[in-house]
């Protein structure tokens, strides 16, 4: 009996402790440090807003235009690719004939593949 | 507004709000080199965003929005960073990584104790939802009433109220567990 009294003033003890520390650190909330007025604040941050600005004119300076030739020679290949590309294409003047052509893509022959000759031998 | 009227405009702006804005910063990120550097940013997106401003809430509550904002940006992206570092950790020579603390002058037994206390306090800060710091943070910065607050947030004054009373709540608890062990 005696123990179970004494063990369960130590949890008290041990209780109100922790509740202290806590009190104490929540206290802190209202004494935390405060950062003093920086009379140099303003001109920093004109430097920075003027460096900004400055690599922001030079960097658009040079991208715009490159990347405006980079579209355009892209554009000119491309239209000269399929305007001169008329070898690869092929006009049929019947369905059956265009199926036919498409179709040639698909079927192999044993002249292509020798290896299939010697399946079919076996 | 013509372009000086908007330069002077600016000026003014940054000279009678700097302080808050800073201290907002500040009180988020616990660092004065990172706090100096998000007021700076702070004040780059007013000067970019000034000229499309509407007026429909007033430009200090505008800037203060902003300030909080970034502040919560910086956190994310040093939270990020953290977890990277903590990555590249693995694969880098341990010695490499060592940090000598300076002992500060005056007491520093008393100096060590608060500097734990602060440490913890802001450990648990960072384990509350995020609306719940913020509007707590406000509330010890500046001397920035619920009223403000609730403007800065885009929420009534009861919600304030409540997110406030929430967070004292939550924190309690947090630095209750960690004490008790």
């Not at chain 2, 409540?162 to 062990?181: G, M, Q, V």
């Amino acid at each position: 009996m005696k123990f179970s009294v004494k063990e369960s003033g130590g949890r008290m003890d041990n209780r109100s402790q922790i509740e202290n520390k806590v009190d104490h650190a929540m206290k802190l909330l209202d004494e935390l440090d405060e950062m003093k007025p920086d009379p140099y604040f303003l001109s920093k941050l004109e430097a920075r807003i003027k460096s900004a600005e400055k690599a922001k004119f030079s960097v658009s300076g040079w991208v715009k235009p490159a990347l405006a030739g980079v579209l355009l020679m892209v554009n000119i290949g491309t239209a000269l690719w399929y305007f001169s590309g008329s070898g690869n294409t092929a006009q049929t003047n019947t369905e059956t004939q265009l199926i036919r052509y498409l179709a040639g893509d698909l079927i192999s022959t044993e002249n292509e593949y020798p290896f299939l000759k010697k399946e079919n031998s076996r | 507004m013509s372009g000086n009227e908007l330069n002077e405009f600016f000026q003014k702006l940054v000279l009678e709000n700097q302080e808050r804005v800073r201290n907002i910063c500040f009180r988020f990120l616990n660092d004065r080199d990172d706090a100096e550097d998000a007021a700076q940013e702070v004040f780059i997106k007013v000067f970019d965003s000034l000229g499309s401003f509407r007026s429909e809430s007033e430009v200090t509550t505008w800037i203060y929005r902003i300030a909080v904002n970034k502040s919560l940006d910086m956190i994310r992206r040093k939270k990020r960073k953290k977890r990277f570092a903590l990555l590249t950790s693995v694969f880098l020579d341990p010695e490499e990584e060592i940090a000598i603390s300076i002992p500060a002058e005056g007491d520093p037994g008393k100096e060590l104790e608060d500097a734990e206390r602060k440490r913890i306090l802001d450990e648990a800060l960072g384990k509350i939802p995020e609306s719940q710091r913020t509007a707590l943070i406000l509330s010890k910065t500046q001397g920035f009433s619920n009223n403000e607050i609730a403007e800065i947030m885009n929420i009534t004054v009861s919600a304030v109220e409540s997110l406030i009373h929430r967070s004292k709540k939550n924190l309690r608890k947090l630095l209750y567990k960690y004490f008790s062990y």
